[in-house]
């Protein structure tokens, strides 16, 4: 999974849970955007630098911030990484 892909998972998401978001998001009303480069750090793969989006939704006070890696760039590969291992955390878990 992508990127693009979960991030459209978490939109729907949202819809999902949140009859207000879902309203607001089926309304298209979404102002012009903002972009930020946001430098992380993680104790496991190190620093990741992600591109954030800010969409204010208009009448609500409320801006959400999708923070995405560059297709094919070590971001990407830092983020692959951490699902991977958190998957392999869950799994084992799961079989405690």
């Given amino acids: 999974?992508?990127?693009t892909d979960s991030?459209?998972?978490?939109?729907?998401?949202?819809?999902?849970?949140s009859h207000p978001f879902a309203t607001t998001w089926a309304q298209h009303e979404v102002r012009p955007h903002r972009t930020a480069t946001k430098h992380l750090h993680n104790?496991?793969?190190?620093?990741?630098?992600?591109?954030g989006d800010a969409?204010?939704?208009?009448g609500e006070g409320l801006t959400i911030i999708a923070y995405?890696?560059?297709?094919?760039?070590a971001a990407e590969e830092q983020i692959a990484l951490l699902a991977s291992w958190?998957?392999?955390?869950t799994s084992a878990a799961a079989r405690h």
């Avoid at 104790?43 to 591109?51: A, H």
């Avoid at 958190?86 to 955390?89: G, N, P, Q, Y």
């Fill in 1 to 3: 999974m992508g990127a």
């Fill in 7 to 17: 991030v459209g998972a978490g939109f729907g998401e949202l819809t999902a849970r």
């Fill in 43 to 51: 104790t496991v793969v190190g620093d990741i630098e992600l591109t």
């Fill in 55 to 58: 969409l204010d939704l208009p």
């Fill in 68 to 73: 995405t890696a560059a297709p094919g760039s």
């Fill in 86 to 89: 958190r998957r392999t955390l």
